[in-house]
C-alpha cells in the first residue's frame, strides 16, 4: 500500500463515489449549524419536498447574532431575532439538537463543536461558516460550506466534491515566551499569503505544533481559511486523545478504546508526499500585529507599517495604499506606537480559557489605559464563561476595566449590538481585518489574547515578552 | 437555477485584488432569511457614502459617484471584471445572491477564493479563470472603450470581444453539465441514495461511534 498523507486518509475513508473526472461524494458525518447561513437551506429543502437525510448528525446553535448583554430579555433587533427563531423553529420541526441562546452549553458554534466532543478525529465536519477549518486541530476533516452545500448535506448527507492537494506548514522548534499559537498563524499567513493554501488541505506539522495544546492547534488551524486553504489539519496524538476522554459527545466505554485504537492511525505516513512544504523556525518568531486590511499584512510587535513604495509589484503596492489610507497609518510608523482605542477579547480564534487565562495574567492587577473606550472580553460559550468565573477571571478583568459579557461571535463581525464606530481602531483577537469588518468605517488590528490585553492596559500595541519580563 | 450558455453583457471592471465576501455583502444584511433583495447593497461600502441599513429605501441613498457601478457608463453591466482571489473570506452565498440579483451572469478574474467559486455555479453564477495577462488586457480595453461588451459561451468555453478575438477557459466538466442544464445538483447527488446507504452500513460496522 502507497504512503498517505493524514488528509488523504480522510479523504478515502469518506468517499462513497468518484467519477472519472475525479469529481465525489464525500459521506458527512458531522453538520453543524447556526442563524445566519441556515434559513435559506431549510427552505430550499422545504420547497423541493426533501428531508433531512440524518438528524443525528446535526448539532445547531445560534451565535453570530446573538446580544452579549441582558439575554434573558431577548433579543432586541427584530431583523437578528427572527433569524434566531427562524433557527429554533427549524430545528423544532425537524427534530435537530439545537443548543438555545439560554442554554448553558450556548457558545461560538466552532468553540462548542470540540468542547462538547461533537467534533471527533477521523470525522468529516461541515459547517455554513469558512472557520470550520477549526475543528481540523482534532485530524478531522472540516471545512466551510456555503448555503446550498448546507442544503446538500442536510438532504444527502454528502458533498460534491474534489480531492484538494497536500500542503505541509513545518513549525520546528521551540515559541518564545509571550509567542502564542495566534502568533503562528499570522506569521504563517504572513509568509504565504492569503491565496497561499488556495486549492489546498494544509497539514501543520513540526514540534511547535505538537507542543501547543488543543486549543492552540485549534487557533492555528481556525486560521488556515485566512491562507486560502478550506482546510486545516494536525494530527492525532496523545494530547487529542487526552482532550477527548470524557466529553459528553465522546465515546464511552468499549467504543471508546475502539475508537482511539482507530483515532492513532491518523496522521500522514512518514513517507507520504506533500505537493509543497513551507518551513518556518519557531525560535524566530515574535509577537504578530496586523496592519492592513487583509490578514497577509501583518508584522513582528518591534516592526514597523512598511512602506508600499518598496514594493516592487503594482497590484499589491495599490493594495498596501488603500489598506494603509483605510487604516490611517504612515509608513515607516512603529508598531508600538499605533494607539488602539477599543479592545476585543473573544471570537472562535481566540475565546477559550486558556485565551483567556492568558489575556488575564497580563491585566491582573492593571486598569484599562486612559485612551481606551471600550474593552470588551466576550468568552466562547457558557461553559468557558463558567470555568472562566470559577477561576475568578471575570473579576480580574471587571476590576481592570473591561466589561465582560455573555458568548457568542460579537464584535469579530459586528453583527448584533457590538460594534466600531468609523474611525475606531481595535485591537482584536479575531481572524479578519478586512474593511468594515467589526462595524462600518471600524479598523482591526489582529493580535493574541495576550496582545491585546497588554494593548489594553498600556494604551498602545507592547511587546508582550517585554510585559511579562 | 437558471440555465447558462451563452451571456453578453457590458463589464464593469473592479480594479482590486482579494475582494473579499465582506466588501461584497457588508454583514447587516445577512439577516435575510430570503435569497433574494440583496442587489442594491452589493458592494455597500464602496458604493455608498454612509452605511445602510437592512430595510432602508437604497435608491434615496447618496453615492459615491467615481465608484465603478455609479458610473453611468458601465450602468447594466452584467460581467464583473476582478483580479486574484476575487471573493476570498467567508463562506456567506449572499455574496453570489447579491452579484445574481444585482444581474451579474459572470465574472472574470485570476482566481478565486475556494468557497466563493463553490458557491457560484450553485446560484448559476460562472465564475471563469483567464490568466492574469489576459485579464489585464481586458481591463486595459474595458477602460479605454465605453459601452465594452464581452460575449461569454459556456459551451464552447470561450470568452469573446467586440474584434472577434477569442480567450479559452478551463471549466469542470460536471460543473459545466449542471450550468447548461439549470440542474439541481441535491436531485443529481440523490439518484446515487443507494451507494450512499452502502457506506453508511460499511462505516456503522467500521465506525459505530460516529453513528451514536
Ligand atoms: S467568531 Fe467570528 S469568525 Fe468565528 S464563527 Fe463567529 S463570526 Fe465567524
Known sequence: MSSKTLYDKLWDAHLVRQDEDGTALIYIDRHLIHEVTSPQAFEGLRIAGRTPWRTDSILAVPDHNVPTTNRSEGIADPVSRLQVETLDRNCVDLGITEFLMNDPRQGIVHVIGPEQGATLPGMTVVCGDSHTSTHGAFGALAFGIGTSDVEHVLATQCLIMKQAQNLEIRVDGQLAPGVSAKDVVLAIIGKIGTAGGTGCSIEFTGTAMQDLSMEGRMTVCNMAIEAGARAGLVAVDETTIKYLANRPYSPKGELWDRAVASWQQLHSDPDAVFERTVRLDATRLKPQVTWGTSPEMVAAIDGVVPDPDAEPDSVKREGMRNALAYMDLQPGMAITDIRPDHVFIGSCTNARIEDLRAAATTVRGRKVAAGIKQALVVPGSGLVKAQAEAEGLDKIFITAGFEWRQPGCSMCLAMNADRLEPGDRCASTSNRNFEGRQGPGGRTHLVSPAMAAAAAVTGHFSDIRKEQG | ?212
Open chain 2, 1 to 212: 437555477m437558471e440555465k447558462f450558455n451563452t451571456h453578453k453583457g457590458v463589464v464593469m471592471p473592479l480594479d482590486r485584488h482579494n475582494v473579499d465576501t465582506d466588501a461584497i455583502i457588508p454583514k447587516q444584511y445577512l439577516k435575510s432569511i430570503s435569497k433574494t433583495g440583496f442587489g442594491p447593497t452589493l458592494f455597500d461600502d464602496w458604493r455608498y457614502v454612509k452605511a445602510g441599513e437592512p430595510g432602508m429605501d437604497h435608491s434615496k441613498r447618496e453615492i459615491k459617484e467615481d465608484f465603478v457601478l455609479n458610473q453611468p457608463r458601465y450602468q447594466g453591466g452584467s460581467i464583473l471584471l476582478a483580479r486574484e482571489n476575487f471573493g476570498c473570506g467567508s463562506s456567506r452565498e449572499h455574496a453570489v445572491w447579491a452579484l445574481d440579483d444585482y444581474g451579474i451572469r459572470a465574472v472574470i478574474a485570476p482566481s478565486y477564493a475556494d468557497i466563493f467559486f463553490n458557491n457560484s455555479f450553485k446560484n448559476g453564477l460562472l465564475p471563469l479563470v483567464l490568466s492574469e495577462d489576459d485579464v489585464d488586457a481586458l481591463f486595459k480595453a474595458v477602460e479605454a472603450n465605453e459601452g465594452y461588451e464581452l460575449t461569454v459561451d459556456l459551451e464552447k468555453q470561450q470568452v469573446v470581444t467586440p474584434d472577434g478575438e477569442t480567450y479559452s477557459f478551463d471549466v469542470d466538466e460536471f460543473s459545466k453539465y449542471c450550468l447548461l442544464n439549470g440542474l439541481d445538483d441535491i436531485g443529481l447527488t440523490l439518484q446515487h441514495a443507494d451507494e450512499i446507504k452502502e457506506y453508511e452500513d460499511k462505516r456503522k460496522i467500521e465506525a459505530p461511534w460516529l453513528f451514536a
